[in-house]
């Protein structure tokens, strides 16, 4: 068996890392979230996050070894459609979820009072539950297209596309349909919502109300730069045979890495961007994961309800 190149070496190296780093860290935010924490809209949408992240970095082993093995597959069929199920699921759960958070910051926004008594942890559970089911539903082509097969004694895991259409054609169906559902329109909504609360709190003059957003600002803009290299090849690949297949296959990996290494950079994020890191330093990991995220959740809190009592008073916040 061929040994693994310098770039495949750094490649399981950082998916080694992000499989450490994911399912403990993610483990982490889901006992806090779901069993120390009280249950809120913000932890509903937190813990969500975290599961989703967490079962790909489950799952990103099979990936590691494969590479290892020179792209030998060794888990049969079955794992070879549900490792790349998960990672669409993952995908595609992870960017609804943080479409779902900016509507409902918007709306706290715009409609205070209104989300002061209508906004319950139970319809937060049934949004995201609806959205994994989406997200099972764009996952599936991966449980189609992906099949096994084997070439020089090695056992391979990839995509082939039914006859039924022009290979090309589907291929590109497929692709695109990621791309358009898991990055473009998400991208257009998010930017969409956030522009508008901080024109509308701006001109109200509560600039200092944006500071509750800077958690969940920081985890859209990693996700897009991480799965933005991703989608670009994927297209790219469509037309695969225009590009030179060894340089195209060691970027391709390094983006599908970039890809991975979302999933393990939310909980990083909650430590870092919390309130005075610098003066939390010396507390608890744990500790400070629960604080960034209850800092979330407190100041949204009191940002809706500062402007439920300005709506009373007949404020324009409205």
Known sequence: MQQPSVMNIVVIVINSIIFILGVTGNGIVICITGFKMKRTINTTWFLSLAVSDFLFCVFLPFSIVQMASDQHWHFGKFMCKFTSFIMFLNMFSSI???????????????????????????????VVLVAWIISALLSTPSLIFRVTAVQNKKTHCFNDYDSSMPKKNLHGVVALTRFIFGFVIPFIVIAFCYSIIIIKLKKNRMAKSLKPFKIMTAIIVTFFLCWLPYHIFIILEINHYNYSPDIFLKWMSMAVSLAFANSCLNPILYVFMGKDFKEKFRVSFLSKIENALSEDARTTTRRISRTSSAFEKGSTLV
């Not at 009072?113 to 319809?123: A, D, G, I, K």
């Open 96 to 126: 609804f979820l943080l479409v779902i958070i900016s509507i409902d910051r918007s709306v706290s926004v715009f409609y205070p009072v209104w989300s002061q008594n209508y906004r319950t942890t139970r319809f937060a559970t049934v």
